[in-house]
Each structure stands twice: as structure tokens, then as C-alpha cells.
């Protein structure tokens, strides 16, 4: 089975659209480098201010960490969170159309 690192947090209201934006540049990103064996998603939840990401990518691997675009947008995450973001290691237990979203 493969592992999976999910990180949840809470942005302040008032910067969770810009929080979204530095999100979508490191997709964009992504889309250009296409790193190999990297499978990411963001997700904004319900209320707006809440996200999570997951990432499974090969042991490792620092492709994410690596790319501009996500260095941008760990520079001031702590700034824009009302708490630090919980990570928490998975295991995948299956996944469809991960690759489609």
C-alpha cells in the first residue's frame, strides 16, 4: 500500500482567496513540470476558510518541495492560518479518477 501525507488547516477569512490563488499557481506549475509519480490535491472546503491537501507521492521524493510556486506559497502559511496545519500520514486504502479531478 502506498502512503499519504493529508494536511488540514484553517485560513483567516479575510486571506483564504488569496490562500486558494498561491494554491493554483503551484498547480499550474505542477502541470508544467508534471513530476513523475506525484499525485496532489487542494481542496477548499465547505465554510471557505478550511483546506486540505493531499499528496502521495514516491518515498522520497521532494517534487512538490522542490517547485517554486510551492515554496511561494509555504512563505507565509503560518500568517494566513489561524492554527498551524495538522498533518497526518495515511495509507491508501484505494482511489479512482484521483488523476481526473
Request: with cysteine.
Amino acid at each position: 500500500m502506498r502512503t499519504a501525507m493529508v494536511i488540514r488547516y484553517s485560513t483567516r477569512p479575510e486571506v483564504a482567496d488569496e490562500n486558494a490563488r498561491l494554491a493554483e499557481e503551484v498547480f499550474a506549475e505542477l502541470a508544467e513540470s508534471k513530476p513523475e509519480g506525484l499525485r496532489y490535491a487542494t481542496f477548499r472546503l465547505g465554510d471557505g476558510a478550511d483546506f486540505m491537501h493531499v499528496l502521495v507521492a514516491p518515498e522520497g521524493s521532494n517534487a512538490l518541495a522542490e517547485t517554486a510556486a510551492f515554496q511561494r506559497f509555504q512563505q507565509g502559511i503560518a500568517s494566513r492560518c489561524v492554527a498551524p496545519p495538522q498533518f497526518t500520514r495515511s495509507t491508501v486504502v484505494g482511489a479512482y479518477g484521483f488523476g481526473d479531478l
